[in-house]
């Protein structure tokens, strides 16, 4: 099956500082990715979805100035928060929908974040 | 919002089958059904999807209602390692829609 890698898998990060998280399409490429934050023991939320070569749509809530995404390629997507706070502390998964077929989406296995 | 409801928990024994209701009585004609589990501290897994037939594979069988209304997913054997939450998706197929995830149901197998 499809795989996406999504790195690094845990992170602890001072207040104030960026934090970057990579989502890879290993073997497909992705013309939409999508990313979510799930805090403990709840669903996951989505936070944006990312075109290769636009601009991300940002869900509503969401600061799109403190949660940088960028899609560059068909195969990578970023996630940067930004200034991070304790408040962002939380997992972080992405997922990416196949180009071409838009039968279902795969998912990294996510990034723990912990601001101190 | 998502639009199915599903038991906020269950419990199975090993080796029994586990079956997961999920009901989604607004479904729209274009729209399948999506099963996904997340495991603790991964990404959710895809398990299976379905319209209107019944459907098998590897990993479970999903049953769909004549009306679509709802449906029940089937581990058949279920191990320690099906311990998870099960998510039920709706989702039109060929679209670039997101997925919406409602609460899921955590499913605990015991030996």
């Known amino acids: 099956g499809a795989v996406v890698s999504q790195h690094p898998s845990r992170v602890i990060c001072k207040s104030g500082t960026s934090v970057k998280i990579e989502c890879r399409s290993l073997d497909f490429q992705a013309t939409t990715m999508f990313w979510y934050r799930q805090f403990p023991k709840q669903s996951l939320m989505l936070m944006a979805t990312?075109?290769?070569?636009?601009?991300?749509?940002?869900e509503q809530g969401v600061e799109k100035d403190k949660f940088l995404i960028n899609h560059a390629s068909l195969t990578l997507s970023t996630l940067t928060v930004t200034s991070a706070h304790p408040e962002d502390s939380s997992f972080y998964i992405c997922?990416?929908?196949?180009?071409?077929?838009?039968?279902?989406?795969?998912f990294g296995s996510g990034t723990q974040l912990s601001v101190l | 919002d998502a639009k199915t409801t599903q038991p906020t928990s269950m419990d199975c024994a090993e080796g029994r089958a586990a079956n997961l209701p999920c009901n989604h009585s607004t479904i729209s004609g274009n729209e399948y059904v999506y099963w996904y589990r997340q495991i603790h501290s991964q990404g959710p897994q895809y398990i299976i999807h379905?319209?209107?037939n019944n459907e098998t594979n590897e990993m479970a069988s999903l049953i769909i209602t004549e009306d679509r209304k709802s449906s029940t997913l089937i581990l058949p054997h279920a191990t320690l390692r099906d311990t998870a939450v099960y998510y039920c998706i709706v989702r039109p197929l060929y679209n670039t829609d997101k997925l919406i995830f409602g609460t899921g149901t955590r499913l605990q197998v015991f030996p």
């Open positions: 990312s075109n290769e070569g636009s601009k991300a749509t940002y």
């Open positions: 997922s990416a929908l196949p180009h071409g077929t838009n039968e279902k989406l795969f």
């Open positions: 379905g319209l209107k």
